[in-house]
């Protein structure tokens, strides 16, 4: 890669609000995790880390203020390696960082990486990530592990449409609203100096894929509708009828899986299936139809390109690019907060199935991806599978846990088997 082309680089479309919106209590991050079966040689890690980030410079960035937007500025190397904590997904104080954006830790037999949303997606994080261990397994473990689109060759340049804003290549002229009524929030004790619970439930995937088939609907479906019975099971307990609101939960969509693009970068949108209990009770098998129906509607490629394209067309507006970045901060942090998570009760993200090529596979134990918690929904929920293992991770700022409570007891009522841990205790159930 020629150094002077890539000195500097332009916000994508989706990265443009996470600058705007952070405050000092809170940033937008997710996590990755992989447990090995032997102690970690932070030595491997950290060759391992250095050839990883030559592969994706689009990672080795600080953020700088523009006159009129933000923008990245390309550095040199890596982030220091950290000791892993207790208390994951804590805002990234990038200063703390060496102003790099993503941060790289490890203890006993894992390694974690935690990323600023602004840099990519989960489905980009993902394959940074599966990559970085593949390069630590090929050291430490001698391991031969083939490499695809997803799982990069280090020793590849990396290529300009790795790093492309597909939001601006692929937008069109159609657009569509974003705007929604608000949500029920889930109701409980803000957590003191901002202490982050990881609920963690391990469940056999094969058996998770039955369920969901019994009630018609795929596992996102299935999850997504038992996350909204959960939550609306404290709304019908601590409100009257006439005061219930829209239970909605956010689902972020892969625009990859729709779109020609090889980007690593942000290319995702949302969609937010949910019910409205003012209309009546809702049975598990009731919510499971709403949400199977309104994804067969919402998760089309023509609908989600006019999404998309909308908030290009606000990003391309003249008035807007004219206004100093000093003026567009308050005003991008209160669209954030209308356009935000008001419209919603919860987040859920699914990444699917891990992927991960042989033998690499059978090296790493566990492979997990947390969210981390959002700006005003203090609750939300991931999930990735790994060889018949589906592990869902609930994270919170709250203190009460009753939202998973009701998840994992209703899944443990359909006779599967579940195993919960947390960054505070370990139980089986």
């Known amino acids: 890669m020629d150094d002077k082309k890539f000195s500097w680089l332009k916000l994508d479309n989706a990265a443009k609000i996470y600058p705007a919106a952070k405050n000092r209590g809170w940033t937008a991050l997710f996590r990755f ?25 689009w990672l080795a960035l600080r953020i700088r203020k523009g006159v009129f937007w933000h923008y990245f500025e390309h ?9 892993d904590v207790a208390n994951p997904c804590v805002r990234m104080k990038f200063s703390e960082n060496n102003h790099f954006l993503f941060r790289v830790r490890y203890y006993d037999m894992h390694i974690a990486v935690e990323i600023f949303h602004s840099l990519t997606d989960g489905g980009g994080g993902l394959s940074f990530f599966k990559t970085l261990v593949a390069e630590y397994l090929t050291l430490r473990e001698g391991l031969v592990i083939a490499r695809d689109d997803d799982v990069l060759d280090c020793d590849d ?7 492309e804003d597909s939001f601006l290549r692929l937008n069109t002229d159609a657009t569509r609203s974003s705007m929604e009524g608000y949500a029920y929030r889930v109701q409980a004790t803000e957590e003191e100096n901002d202490f982050v619970h990881i609920t963690t439930g391990t469940l056999p995937a094969d058996k998770v894929s039955l369920i969901a088939k019994s009630y018609g609907v795929s596992v996102t479906e299935f999850i997504t509708a038992l996350l909204i019975h959960s939550i609306h099971k404290q709304q019908a307990r601590l409100k009257k009828r006439k005061q219930f609101k829209p239970v909605k939960m956010c689902v972020p969509v892969n625009l990859r899986k729709l779109f020609p693009t090889k980007t690593k970068r942000n290319f995702a949108t949302y969609v937010n299936p949910g019910i409205n209990p003012k209309y009546g009770e809702y049975s598990l098998r009731e919510i499971c139809k709403a949400v199977k129906g309104f994804m067969m509607l919402e998760v089309d490629d023509k609908k989600l390109r006019a999404k998309f394209s909308s908030n290009v067309k606000v990003e391309k507006n003249i008035l807007l690019r004219l206004c100093p970045l000093i003026l567009k901060i308050p005003i991008m942090k209160l669209s954030f907060r209308v356009l935000g998570d008001k419209q919603t009760s919860s987040c859920f993200s699914n990444l699917g199935l891990a992927n991960l090529p042989s033998p690499m596979a059978e090296a790493v134990k566990h492979i997990d991806f947390i969210l981390g918690p959002l700006q005003l929904n203090r609750l939300v929920a991931s999930c990735l599978t790994h060889q018949n293992e589906l592990r869902i991770h609930f994270t919170r700022t709250l203190k009460e846990s009753e939202i998973e409570r009701n998840f994992f007891c209703s899944l443990v009522e359909m006779g599967l088997p579940v195993t919960l841990e947390s960054n505070q205790l370990r139980k089986k159930g």
Do not use: N, W
Not at 75 to 83: E, I, K, N, R
């Open 33 to 57: 995790t992989a447990d090995f079966y032997r102690e970690v040689d932070p030595d491997c890690l950290k060759i391992a880390l250095d050839r990883t980030i030559k592969r994706f410079p």
């Open 75 to 83: 550095m040199d190397g890596a982030p220091d390696m950290q000791s």
């Open 157 to 163: 340049e990396p290529h300009p449409d790795e790093y």
